[in-house]
């Protein structure tokens, strides 16, 4: 998404709509890892850290099924890439869940 977003200030459009169709393409494949690793510990058998991963994994599944909803929101709505200033806001959205994630890691494993 970022690297679309300064490829977009350079003015190359093509190069922004191929970045940011990767950047769609491995968010949904991320989505349904995620999905899979639910599946697969939705099979163990219940425990206090078991309980704190799965709100932690579904917490963050739903972080990343709004920025793909969001970001695909972007993709249809936007006419012109040209002077678009909402791919900032995608961005930034992306870049707060990834940083609010980091914080999260780091505080579980006791950094």
Same mark, same amino acid.
């Given at each position: 998404?970022?690297?679309?977003? !300064?490829?977009?200030?350079? %003015?190359?459009?093509?190069?922004?709509?191929?970045?940011?169709?990767?950047?769609?393409? &491995? %968010?949904?494949?991320?989505? !349904?890892?995620?999905?899979? $690793?639910?599946?697969?510990?939705?099979?163990?058998? %219940?425990? $206090?850290?078991?309980?704190?991963?799965?709100?932690?994994? !579904?917490?963050?599944? +739903?972080? &990343?099924?709004? +920025?793909?909803?969001?970001?695909?929101?972007?993709?249809?709505?936007?006419?012109?890439?040209?002077?678009?200033?909402?791919?900032?806001?995608? +961005?930034?959205?992306?870049?707060?869940? $990834?940083?609010?994630?980091?914080?999260? &890691?780091?505080?579980?494993? %006791?950094?």
């Amino acid at each position: 998404m970022t690297a679309g977003s !300064f490829i977009l200030t350079v %003015g190359h459009i093509k190069q922004t709509l191929i970045a940011y169709y990767t950047t769609l393409l &491995l %968010g949904v494949i991320f989505l !349904f890892n995620q999905v899979d $690793e639910l599946f697969s510990l939705l099979t163990i058998s %219940g425990s $206090e850290e078991l309980s704190l991963i799965l709100l932690c994994l !579904f917490t963050h599944l +739903s972080h &990343l099924l709004l +920025s793909l909803i969001l970001f695909i929101k972007y993709l249809l709505r936007t006419t012109s890439l040209i002077n678009d200033n909402q791919s900032l806001f995608v +961005s930034a959205y992306w870049h707060l869940v $990834e940083i609010v994630w980091i914080i999260i &890691l780091l505080t579980l494993v %006791g950094f």
